[in-house]
T-cell receptor
Framework: DTEVTQTPKHLVMGMTNKKSLKCEQH?????MYWYKQKAKKPPELMFV???????INESVPSRFSPECPNSSLLNLHLHALQPEDSALYLC?????????????FGQGTRLTVV | DQQVKQNSPSLSVQEGRISILNCDYT??????FLWYKKYPAEGPTFLIS?????DKNEDGRFTVFLNKSAKHLSLHIVPSQPGDSAVYFC???????????FGQGTTLQVKP
């Protein structure tokens, strides 16, 4: 199983809503990531979790709150987002966060903030 | 400052011919390079990677070449197939951060 599963696939939320994106992998990977991709742009790293601990936060606004409940799950809690936060949110995992380990990506959640 | 650059936004190739996608980088600390393929509305799919200690890695129709002195890598696809039509991203990482830095992507179209 080389799959990273993200739910939901699409999400429309208002600026006052609270919602969560979910990501799951069963490959035994110990590093998990959140990336954000705007239209016609490359994916940009948001957060890195290594062994369920947050190791990198790329200066992401606090309205995005990551959570890693266990080694297979990664959540991204959203609150008070802005329309410019609309994007494709990608979860990825890798065996470890060292160079030389390929990251496998999920299908993404297409988020629209209205 | 873009550390990973793919200067060709698009490439069109005839089916059966070779596709060559190029990528340049500026950070000499990068020690691992990857190519991903992406269809619209899907996540990137890992294709092939290469460590900075090698200059070539081959997997079926896909070969990646690395020229460290020029800070340049390329992905060769031969023979190209219509199903290869997608956006190709070059990515680089260094040390133990796990962070991938992506290029802007090249849209490959393989014509039947």
């Amino acid at each position: 199983d080389t799959e990273v599963t993200q739910t939901p696939k699409h999400l429309v939320m208002g600026m006052t809503n609270k919602k969560s994106l979910k990501c799951e992998q069963h490959m035994g990977h110990r590093a998990m990531y959140w990336y954000k991709q705007k239209a016609k742009k490359p994916p940009e790293l948001m957060f890195v979790y290594s062994y369920e601990k947050l190791s990198i936060n790329e200066s992401v606004p606090s309205r995005f709150s990551p959570e890693c409940p266990n080694s297979s799950l990664l959540n991204l809690h959203l609150h008070a987002l802005q329309p410019e936060d609309s994007a494709l949110y990608l979860c990825a995992s890798s065996q470890a966060r060292t160079a030389g380990t390929e990251a496998f990506f999920g299908q993404g959640t297409r988020l629209t903030v209205v | 400052d873009q550390q990973v650059k793919q200067n060709s936004p698009s490439l069109s190739v005839q089916e059966g011919r070779i596709s060559i996608l190029n990528c340049d980088y500026t950070n000499s600390m990068f020690d691992y390079f990857l190519w991903y393929k992406k269809y619209p509305a899907e996540g990137p799919t890992f294709l092939i990677s290469i460590s900075s200690i090698k200059d070539k890695n081959e997997d079926g129709r896909f070969t990646v070449f690395l020229n460290k002195s020029a800070k340049h890598l390329s992905l060769h696809i031969v023979p190209s197939q219509p199903g290869d039509s997608a956006v190709y991203f070059c990515a680089a990482s260094s040390g133990n951060t796990g962070k991938l830095i992506f290029g802007q992507g090249t849209t490959l179209q393989v014509k039947p």
